[in-house]
T-cell receptor, first 112, second 115 residues
Framework: EPEVTQTPSHQVTQMGQEVILRCVPI?????FYWYRQILGQKVEFLVS????????KSEIFDDQFSVERPDGSNFTLKIRSTKLEDSAMYFC??????????FGQGTRLTVV | AQSVSQHNHHVILSEAASLELGCNYS??????LFWYVQYPGQHLQLLLK??????LVKGIKGFEAEFIKSKFSFNLRKPSVQWSDTAEYFC?????????????FGTGTKLQVIP
């Protein structure tokens, strides 16, 4: 069964550093998403991406965040200058036309 | 904007007990509804979904959910839980049919099944 894969599974970074979280969506999917889940809290939408541009973004997705799909397969989330409160599990998801979203295993980001 | 509320934050049941987790959504138009499960240390997995048709949908592992449009509800049920059902359950909604619409999650219900 096709699946969304994310790397790394766990990343530890120092406050102020840049991190890039990587995702390989399901190959024929068109819509891509990033969500995050702070420990003990609900899953929150960050951004959706379609046709090489952002379709929608939440209030959380401020100027320190960016997404891109550099090579037609990877879908990345960059956090420019990490803060302690960015520590969370980050989930990538992809979706076909009218199907449900498929989620990756997540990257646990720890900012120290 | 769409929103989802889950009434139970933490549920503790004994094995073989019946389960019902409440979910209500807020959105005036067509919606797709989902229940996702997150086992400890694992990613989100789809349990079941409702797009259209029969409002009683059956999912994996014996779970089912009923879409009641008049009540804006999509409650999850299982007649007899097992210890392996211990997990967090998220109700989710996305507006419209198809397209890029995001999925909005409820706050989740932690289910603990005692052997």
């Amino acid at each position: 069964e096709p699946e969304v894969t994310q790397t790394p599974s766990h990343q530890v970074t120092q406050m102020g550093q840049e991190v890039i979280l990587r995702c390989v969506p399901i190959s024929n999917h068109l819509y891509f998403y990033w969500y995050r889940q702070i420990l003990g809290q609900k899953v929150e939408f960050l951004v959706s991406f379609y046709n090489n541009e952002i379709s929608e973004k939440s209030e959380i997705f401020d100027d320190q965040f960016s997404v891109e799909r550099p090579d037609g397969s990877n879908f990345t989330l960059k956090i420019r200058s990490t803060k302690l409160e960015d520590s969370a599990m980050y989930f990538c998801a992809s979706k076909g036309g009218s199907s449900e979203a498929f989620f990756g295993q997540g990257t646990r980001l720890t900012v120290v | 904007a769409q929103s989802v509320s889950q009434h139970n934050h933490h549920v503790i049941l004994s094995e073989a007990a019946s389960l019902e987790l409440g979910c209500n959504y807020s959105y005036g138009g067509t919606v797709n509804l989902f229940w996702y499960v997150q086992y400890p240390g694992q990613h989100l997995q789809l349990l079941l979904k409702y797009f259209s048709g029969d409002p009683l949908v059956k999912g994996i592992k014996g779970f089912e959910a009923e879409f009641i449009k008049s009540k804006f509800s999509f409650n999850l049920r299982k007649p007899s839980v097992q210890w392996s059902d211990t997990a967090e359950y998220f109700c989710a909604v996305n507006a419209g049919s198809g397209g890029y619409q995001k999925v909005t999650f409820g706050t989740g219900t932690k289910l603990q099944v005692i052997p």
